[in-house]
């Protein structure tokens, strides 16, 4: 799809503008863009004024077919426009159009589910042996207060790839949202322009995952919370577990030869600083470390089991319900590679406490 679309999308809003606007913004690229658009009942109740195009003019009728733009004062200024009954004609988005166009480009399945409101799944992702994610794109009305209700429909969505027209839409509560929700936010204007560069925006980045799910490490119990468990994270990529007097031990798999497993890592940094802070929306790194954060939670209750949320969210950050430290064999090797020649060798051996430390 052309990224001007998205531009003019961006000012005209998709409740319906005049032919003549969309026209006047598209340019060279009307025809282009003209399948991404249907014409709704009646006529524009406005058009944009070619003389003063921040101003906008009312539409009446002038006759049986003709209509007349006039600025909407009682002192009007020059004389009306005369206007088509083509010109005025309204045009919204096609969301099954669109839907299909960006499946293509982005690489998603267009699959069109919801047919009402703001925001609209239209399809689905999946990469690899991943979760299956939806994908839902956000079209604003061009109304007062869109930033709101996007945050509201947005408030309602967890796991999912959220398509909006332009980075203007991904404000920093629009960031928070997404971090608490685990949303992946793309801004198709500008990822549109790079799809050369970028074939498969819409879909989470590989992480290296086992088929197999992992062995619970309890036989859950009624009442059991996240609040009973205990993690002490051990050397050699163990931790042990406990909870309401169960004991149990977990040795995650090395990456490679040289490299203890993100899970591990994750739960290395959990022990440091007691919270995790996924990198803000729009850093490079943002998608891999939320990916392989999500994946951990994922293992996580595979592990452990236990009903309901594993942590509380305050904005960026993610706070443990349960308790994790570090285990003493643990402390023993971290106190002796500190008191060596290069002081820095914990932080080399566990590189999670540097990816992870953005403010």
Known sequence: MKTDFWRALDVLGAHGAAACDWLRHLGDEWEACRPFLKQAPGHAETVLDPARPTRRLDVVPDGEHGFLGIIADNSPVGPPLALTPDEVAPLAPDWQAIAEALGKALGFTANRFETHGLTRQIGTAQNGSDPVRPVVLCLPEGHFGDHGRIAN?????????????????????????????????????????????????????V?????????????????????????????????????????????????????????????????????????PSGKPENE????????????????????????????????????????????????????????????????????????
């Open 288 to 359: 891999a470390v939320r990916k392989g954060f999500y994946r951990f939670r994922e293992t996580l209750d595979e592990l452990v089991g236990i009903p309901g949320e594993a942590f509380d969210t305050e904005g960026d950050d993610w706070k443990p319900v349960f308790k994790v430290s570090f285990h003493e064999d643990l402390k023993v090797f971290k106190k002796r590679t500190a008191s060596e020649d290069e002081p820095d060798v914990f932080e080399k051996w566990h590189p999670m406490s540097r990816t992870n430390s953005w403010k």
């Open 153 to 205: 429909d947005l408030a309602a969505r967890r796991d999912a790839t959220m398509l909006l027209p332009s980075a203007r839409w991904i404000t920093s509560p629009i960031q928070a949202l997404a971090s608490a929700n685990r949303l992946t936010l793309v801004s198709l204007a500008e990822q549109l322009a790079e799809i050369t560069a970028v074939p498969a925006l819409a879909m989470p980045p």
């Open 207 to 279: 992480v290296a995952v086992s088929k197999k799910r992992k062995k619970p490490l309890f036989r859950i119990q009624p009442g059991w919370c996240w609040d009973m468990l205990t993690i002490e994270v051990a050397a050699g990529g163990r931790i042990i577990a406990s909870c309401d007097g169960q004991r149990n031990e977990h040795r995650f798999r090395k990456s490679n030869s040289r490299t203890h497993s993100k899970d591990y890592e994750i739960l290395m940094n959990l022990a440091a600083r007691s919270q995790w802070r996924n990198p």
